[in-house]
């Protein structure tokens, strides 16, 4: 079983950064590819980033060049560094998981960009 922890969520201004954490505890001994999702009020829930047990990384268009997904695996957490935010990144943003057939999500953390 795995469960995954969110933080590092807030308000920031247009143009402002953040760097969300997700961390992952549970019955596992082997590391397992990671994502981050995203999801705004009416709209569906979207893959922002994704990061495989290679460290192969993968991004939306909408976030490339500004976001960055990277793992420190002792720590069993995976980052979001988030830069040059804007409205329109306003969601809230989940980590997720597979492992062994199941999903995993964890609970979300809330990044608001506003003035």
């Known amino acids: 079983q795995v469960q995954l922890v969110e933080s590092g969520g807030g308000l920031v201004q247009p143009g402002g950064s953040l760097r969300l954490s997700c961390v992952a505890s549970?019955?596992?001994?082997?590391?397992?590819?990671m994502g981050w999702y995203r999801q705004a009020p009416g709209k569906q829930r979207e893959l922002v980033a994704a990061?495989?047990?290679?460290?192969?990384?993968a991004y939306a268009d909408s976030v490339k060049g500004r976001f960055t997904i990277s793992r420190d695996n002792p720590k069993r957490t995976v980052y979001l560094q988030m830069n040059s935010l804007k409205p329109e990144d306003t969601a809230v943003y989940y980590c997720?998981?597979?492992?062994?057939?199941?999903?995993?999500w964890g609970q979300g953390t809330q990044v608001t960009v506003s003035s």
């Open positions: 997720k998981t597979d492992r062994a057939g199941v999903t995993y």
């Open positions: 990061i495989t047990s290679g460290d192969t990384t």
């Open positions: 549970g019955s596992f001994f082997s590391l397992f590819g």
